[in-house]
């Protein structure tokens, strides 16, 4: 897609989702799950980013997440540094446990890609589980019960009130977006797609892979890590539970709603996936049975995903109309 | 001391010889088609929970019976699921991580499923020989013998099988060159789905084998598939050889970190050893490029 058109795209999802709190503002319940569709949103952007366009299958998105979110409240609580300064720092170091793994998946491919960075994932929760995790201050087991809620400049954002908070990440979301898209039309998102689609070609013309993986990595994980702080700042609580296989699934459903690769679609797709995930709750045990079967038939029906489908269809009409 | 270290060396090799059987499943599909799946620790809950429907049913007591039953049933299951979900994503461009996606989603529509069906609470099998030799205070099961033996039984079958039949002579030629095998009239497309119904069959076979020792849960498969995984990528995705060596390794490797630092550690020594590896070569012990 061009970027102009994916820039218009943007604002217009942007402005729809901003007018939303005028018809649902007084009841906490649809607000908190707007937050929670803002939150995915950008963390699903991400790993479409890193996915979709540079072609690197990490699977460890969910853990930079939750190394943000663990990172972000150890510090406030530690350090008695502001939330919203911890939050940044949380991002510098899921930034650098990003580049510690890219290292080891420079040499690597397809497949391998996916095991290191699923390894990271799985690591994890017994790491912060255990000896180690709990002398840094994760809680064991237990895991973290109060945090601080986010202030900024004295005012605090509390959970009973979440229309301040769901404008802050609005704001949060808006320019995760923006830097993304900035990233895709830049000599960067030139330099994914090359080195996704013809690796040995993009380096003998002097696009260095080691410099633009790493990279990718670097800015992916540093924008999950610092939405993973803001989501520890708003739920002001934290476990491991994070880490099964539910939360990596949405994510992976947003990703196929939204199409891989089709960058507005990781937003669109999380506020649809939160939305149906909602609906389907009565459903009890039957839910994750119909979000597999639900991945299932749309991999195969929609593989590239609303987005796809609605550009596939405003492309052959412009291509009837140029025959005519 | 040293009795101890015998039971941890036995124990090494008797899930090492298991884990063998399931990454040579994993590491065929991915050798002859590319395509990674997903769904693989699922398949192997299927293989416990299909025991276990047949021997609440009152004839089948026999363990014989229910290889019989269970094993053309996955066999089936696993060639049908090829045709429909796999089969037809691999037109397009991007169909490695079309494939990864649906078999996730597949995973967790069986595991659901499961939990539904069967309830959350653990199953468990009979066992399949009682008994165990005993020699002063060194103790050795023979269901552990013969789970070893029939592991390493259905590795040598599958060896056989590629080696001297011509379905199998066919799998290897796709693996080694899906066009020419094409040129030569091996129907490709049949051989995909052969082998991914005949690493359903291992895999569940396996789960058959290790669900008398360690129950069926519902969720039980995903340590499988990371372990079946980290073996493949180990010993180099596509070889079997490899594969063989890193499972009994690997299972080598859990049995005495467990022993000495406790299971916490086990997952953690596995990834920081198989990090190394890849560190080293990339390619894993004995695996290609390509």
Known sequence: ?324 | MLIEIMDVIISGLINGSVYALMAVGLTLIYGVSKAFNFAYGSFYSMGGYIAFLLFGVAYFKNYLVVFCLAAPVLLVFGFFIEKLLVAPLRKRDDWEIKVMMITLGLALFLDNSYQVVFGARMKSLPSILEGAFEVGDFILSYQDVVIFVLSIGGILLFRWFLNNTRTGMSVRAVAQNPAGAQIVGIPKEFVFAATFAISTVMVGMGGILLAQKYFVTPGGGWNILIKAWVITAFGGMGSIKGGLYAAFIVGMLEAFVGWQFGMNWTLIALFAVLLTTLAIRPQGLMGKWG
């Not at chain 1, 939330?83 to 080891?104: E, K, Q, S, Y």
């Not at chain 1, 949060?172 to 998102?189: E, F, R």
Request: with cysteine.
């Open chain 1, 1 to 324: 897609m061009e970027h102009k058109r994916i820039a218009k795209l943007l604002a217009v999802i942007w402005s729809i989702v901003a007018v939303l709190p005028l018809f649902f503002g007084s009841t906490n319940f649809i607000m908190h799950i707007l937050i929670m569709c803002l939150i995915w949103s950008v963390v699903a952007s991400c790993w479409d980013l890193i996915m979709g366009f540079a072609g690197i299958f990490s699977f460890g998105q969910v853990a930079f997440f939750v190394i943000g979110a663990y990172a972000s409240a150890i510090i406030t609580a530690k350090f008695g540094i502001p939330p919203i300064f911890a939050v940044f720092l949380a991002g510098v170091i899921a930034a650098g446990i990003g580049i510690l793994v890219g290292l080891p998946c420079l040499k690597l491919k397809g497949a391998y890609i996916a095991l290191v960075t699923f390894a990271v994932h799985m690591i994890l929760e017994p790491v912060l589980k255990g000896g180690i995790g709990r002398a840094i201050g994760t809680g064991g087991s237990r895991g973290i019960l109060t945090i601080q809620p986010m202030n900024i400049f004295g005012y605090t954002f509390t959970s009973s009130e979440p229309v301040p908070y769901f404008y802050l990440m609005l704001f949060v979301a808006v320019i995760c977006s923006g830097i993304i898209l900035a990233v895709i039309k830049s000599h960067w998102g030139t330099a994914f797609l090359a080195l996704k689609d013809a690796e040995e070609f993009a380096s003998c013309l002097g696009v260095s892979a080691f410099k633009y993986k790493l990279m990718v990595f670097a800015l992916t994980s540093f924008l999950t890590g610092v939405i993973g702080g803001f989501y520890a700042h708003y739920v002001g609580m934290l476990s491991t539970r994070m880490l099964g296989i539910d939360l990596f699934v949405t994510l992976m459903v947003i990703l196929v709603i939204g199409g891989v690769g089709k960058f507005p679609g990781a937003i669109i797709g999380a506020f649809i996936t939160i939305a149906i995930n909602e609906m389907l709750s009565p459903l009890g045990s039957f839910r994750p049975i119909t979000l597999g079967a639900m991945v299932v038939i749309l991999v195969l029906l929609l593989p590239d995903g609303i987005v796809g489908m609605f550009e596939k269809i405003f492309l052959k009409k412009k291509k009837v109309r140029s025959l005519n």
